[in-house]
């Protein structure tokens, strides 16, 4: 079955960098993606990384891929107190469209 | 802009009532998934729905049931609520075959 492993914590300060990592099963999985869930709001798809892919960069935002060890990781860069939220990891079911999310990554950034 | 809303952000309910929890998306959606969330356990798929009047079982469905008489809509029903479904629930849709879902902004359900 599948399984995304997670950290359920992460305290950085306000322009560091932050690195968020998960662990997946599914080896067959075409594609990973990151959710980010802000206080009071659902769910929304922040990036994603087509399994072929090791590393996709958006703006701050950098995805690592380690296809050989199921590793998958998240950065940003300059940390802002608006990146305050959970994060979480995902991978499609069995290759179906349904994705498995991790248990979610708190981002918490002080000054 | 996809939209899916939710009918309720906060609810109160007690032991035993029947609830009902709408969710609506505006982006003609085969799919439609309802979601649980709780701290520490993440997202847990409760039940989802890929065309209307179908249904499939997620994770979790025991003490739950859904309908879906229109595309558009998605309902999750709790026949007799009990304490231990006090949770935040999410509805989230998608295209039949697509990657991303688009999720509303959540119910937190309190049974006491």
Known sequence: GEDV???????????????INCTYTDSSS?????????????????????????????????VLLN????????????????????????EPSGGSYIPTFGRGT????HP | D???TQSSRYLVKRTG????????QDMDHENMFWYR????LGLRLIYFSYDVKMKEKGDIPEGYSVSREKKERFSLILESASTNQTSMYLCASSPRTGVEQYFGPGTRLTVT
């Not at chain 1, 492993?5 to 690195?19: H, I, K, N, P, T």
């Not at chain 1, 708190?106 to 950034?109: D, E, R, Y």
């Not at chain 2, 009532?17 to 609506?24: T, Y």
């Open chain 1, 5 to 19: 492993e997670q950290s359920l914590f992460l305290s950085v300060r306000e322009g560091d960098s932050s690195v």
């Open chain 1, 30 to 62: 075409t594609y990973l993606y990151w959710y980010k869930q802000e206080p009071g709001a659902g769910l929304q798809l922040l990036t994603y990384i087509f399994s072929n892919m090791d590393m996709k960069q958006d703006q701050r935002l950098t």
């Open chain 1, 67 to 90: 296809k050989k060890d199921k590793h998958l990781s998240l950065r940003i860069a300059d940390t802002q107190t608006g990146d305050s939220a959970i994060y979480f990891c995902a």
């Open chain 1, 106 to 109: 708190s981002l918490i950034v």
């Open chain 2, 2 to 4: 996809v939209k899916v």
């Open chain 2, 17 to 24: 009532e029947k609830v009902f929890l709408e969710c609506v």
């Open chain 2, 37 to 40: 969330q709780d701290p520490g």
